[in-house]
């Protein structure tokens, strides 16, 4: 590893300070334009005036944030609109339903798929996919969470924003919902060979093969079984993306009852984000769907959890993980706790905030007795603090664990609260977290309106107001003054929510042998149960839809139905970035002055293409423990702090450009990154500086941690990830 630094920074010490001061110079450091639309609706409207048959709730501008949110309901339907009025050309929309099951059918999972195959004005099959190359979108999709389900779209082009509305309006609204789109994206029975009306019969679906594949991976299994078991007295305690073993029992009548009780404007949370006019998507909408529905009152809230009066305990098994670094050590335990109410916006602040001051980075306590003693690979899945359900909740624990183990971790867990209440938190890492606070705000990428979407989702899903997180200046205020006036403040806050917390449940889980033997023999039972009783015109009628399915699936669509942008609708004028290059201590730089709200952002490459290639396969490695080891300034605890109170991290990684005149010519480097508020340009440079000259590489024990989270991270990803492996796999045999 020695030798891999020397030959990639040797010659290639990058002039940081030298780049510093010259950003300094040509005034990268920009102050946000102001935001028309902030004005505009601040003084155009107020709350209690009707528009396109909307209320007015509230308008709150939020300077920290360079927007105004204009919160609406509709007068006959009820239903909420969210709209979000930024100088942000890349324009969101989201209609999204609070969809909360009770059983593990998976119903809300198999509509959204469902709701995606047809609808009234655009009678095509996949009307979503089949826009892809008539959009000029720069995201479509939709989601199923645990209590919600999402349908978001983003753009730049105002045209297409309407287009992309009207397909996503009728879909969720107006579906076919047709009996061969829930055979075929929910559950079938069919032949193994549709050309063989005699072969076995088995179960199909995408959704049904989907989940099989999701509840293979002990990750998501182990989650599942965690929020299932932490609140079991609603609908977290059936699986939403549906088990399938109980798949196979959900009807297409009972998914058309969901959906007329799911899927109704008074159950719905629009949103509406970006520089386009809030009015004529308003229009839009109450014209398409909502003036055509009465109101209803939902049957859909989540009641808060009955409180445990004493602690519970629950063990899983899983499958055996083949790719696991220690096959003796794939045990997992983790204690979590349920906290309060995602309406309580203060309270969810501040205890993410604790949250991340116990868990987050090599300073953290639970880092500290957890990762760095080595009794594991990495912390368990969930660990953190997570507010995405009714309750939020934390939880903390570890994966990779020899099953002797399991105690000594639980006993761990228990000191490390001790500890806290005792030793409480250094004030500089206190500032590391609010600062990381104060540089999100300003640092604002292009999917920020998505994110605010999803980020708001909960809160709304559930009733709370949703310009109370946006105020987030409030909230450090508060925050401040609580720590000042209660030197204990964060300490009491251990003690209440988790050293005194009845509602905790301690999960374990441990490979099995038979695991995977079981649930094939569970759905040999399940389709037994479906096929014992059939009759030789059964077997026909299901060999007959089979054929009739695959005669559909290709079928040749008619997508005239479908918009499309025209070459009118698009923007002739190509908006030109300009680009300062300079030559700084022989090395080109280029200096691009943007309104970034006060961030500057630094990209380098370093390029290796003399580096031996023995030492190739370790350049992935190399980059992800370059920032983690530390160096000859800072111990690699004292370097992740740093980092994080200057800093919007520091990143390593690998790079590969193709030539852009051959394909058989490429370029091989290590990108590094990192940005912060402009008054920390020298404090990052000075990071970088030390990083890449100073580096530490002498501390095996860190240097053991490391390398087993990365193993851990790599065996984990393939379950999910096969897919991607499987491409490039394919990819990299390819030549023209």
């Known amino acids: 590893m020695a030798g891999l630094i020397t030959k990639c920074f040797k010659y290639q010490t990058i002039p940081t300070r030298l780049v510093g001061r010259m950003i300094s110079k040509h005034g990268v450091r920009s102050e946000s334009s102001s935001s028309s639309a902030l004005i505009k609706y601040e003084t155009v409207y107020q709350p209690g005036d009707r528009i396109h ?80 190359n008539r959009s000029q979108s720069t995201f479509m999709n939709a989601m199923t969470g645990c209590d919600y389900t999402m349908y978001p779209f983003s753009t730049l082009n105002k045209k297409d924003f309407e287009n992309l509305m009207r397909v996503y309006l009728d879909a969720a609204f107006f579906p076919h919902l047709r009996e061969t789109d829930f055979r075929q994206e929910g559950w079938r029975l069919e032949q193994t060979d549709l050309t063989d009306a005699q072969s076995s019969i088995i179960f199909k679906g995408v959704v049904y093969n989907e989940m099989k594949g999701a509840l293979s991976d002990p990750e998501s299994l182990y989650m599942t079984h965690l929020l299932n078991k932490l609140m079991p007295g609603h609908t977290y305690a059936v699986i939403s993306g549906g088990d399938p073993a109980n798949i196979p029992d959900l009807t297409w009548a009972q998914l058309k009852e969901f959906h007329a009780s799911h899927y ?40 808060t959890e009955s409180r445990w009066t004493e602690p519970r305990r629950a063990h899983v098994t899983c499958m055996s993980d083949q790719m696991a670094p220690n096959p003796d050590r794939q045990g997992t335990v983790s204690v979590t706790y349920l906290l309060g109410s995602v309406t309580d916006t203060y309270e969810q602040f501040a205890m993410s905030i604790l949250c991340s001051l116990m868990v987050s980075g090599p300073k953290a306590p639970f880092y500290k007795s957890l990762i760095d ?27 990779g664990l020899h099953s002797d183990d399991i105690e000594r971790v639980l006993c761990i867990i228990d000191d490390t609260y ?133 005669e559909l699936q290709s079928q040749q669509q008619d997508l005239s139905c479908l918009p499309t942008l025209l070459v009118s609708d698009i923007d002739r004028n190509i908006k030109h970035t300009t680009v300062s290059n300079e030559i700084i201590a022989g090395i080109p730089v280029q200096l691009c002055a943007q309104p970034t709200s006060g961030v500057t952002y630094f990209r380098g490459l370093l390029h290796i293409n003399d580096l031996e290639s023995s030492l190739r396969p370790y350049i992935p490695l190399f980059t992800d423990i370059l920032t983690r080891m530390g160096t000859e300034t800072y111990s690699y605890q004292e370097l992740s702090q740093r980092i994080a109170l200057t800093t919007g991290g520091l990143s390593t990684m690998t790079s590969l450009s193709q030539s852009h005149s051959s394909l058989y010519k490429y370029e091989q480097g290590i990108q590094i990154a990192s940005y912060c508020l402009d008054r920390n340009i020298e404090h990052m440079f000075d990071l970088l500086q030390d990083v890449f000259n100073k580096v530490d590489i002498t501390n095996v024990e860190r240097l053991t941690t490391l390398v087993k989270q990365s193993a851990a991270s790599l065996s984990n990803s393939v379950a999910q990830s096969g897919h991607m492996y499987a491409m490039l796999s394919a990819g990299s045999s390819i030549a023209p």
């Open 53 to 132: 048959g909307y209320t007015v709730k509230q308008i709150t501008p939020v300077p920290e944030l360079n927007l105004t949110a204009i919160h609406l309901d509709h007068d006959i339907t009820g239903a909420d609109h969210l709209h979000i009025a930024k100088e942000d050309e890349n324009n969101v929309f989201m209609v999204a339903f609070r969809t909360t099951p009770m059983d593990s059918t998976g119903v809300p999972h198999i509509l959204e798929h469902t709701v995606l195959c047809g609808s009234q004005m655009f009678p095509c099959r996949d009307p979503f996919f089949k826009m892809l």
């Open 264 to 303: 109704h404007p008074s159950n719905s949370r629009f949103y509406t984000y970006g520089n386009f006019p809030m009015e004529s998507h308003l229009s839009l909408i109450n014209e398409l769907i909502l003036e055509k529905f009465p109101k209803i009152q939902p049957d859909t809230a989540v009641p």
């Open 373 to 399: 003693t080595n009794i594991g690979s990495s912390y368990s899945p969930g660990t953190g603090f997570d507010n995405s359900t009714r309750e939020s909740l934390f939880s903390v624990g570890l994966q």
């Open 418 to 550: 001790k500890n806290i209440v005792r030793d409480g938190f250094e004030s500089e890492r206190i500032e590391a977290v609010l600062h990381s606070i104060e540089l999100s705000q300003k640092h604002q990428t292009t999917n920020f309106g998505l994110n605010l979407a999803m980020a708001l989702t909960p809160i709304r899903n559930h009733g709370g107001d949703p310009l109370e997180p946006l105020q987030v200046n409030d909230n450090v205020e508060r925050f401040r003054l609580n720590l000042a006036e209660n030197t204990h403040y964060l300490q009491d806050m251990v003690k209440q929510h988790f050293i005194n917390n009845k509602h905790r449940l301690t999960l374990s889980m441990s490979p099995d042998s038979n695991f995977e033997q079981e649930q094939t023999t569970k759905e040999n039972t399940k389709l037994e149960e479906k096929t014992k009783l059939l009759t030789e015109d059964d077997r026909r009628e299901i060999y007959e839809r089979g054929i009739e399915l695959a």
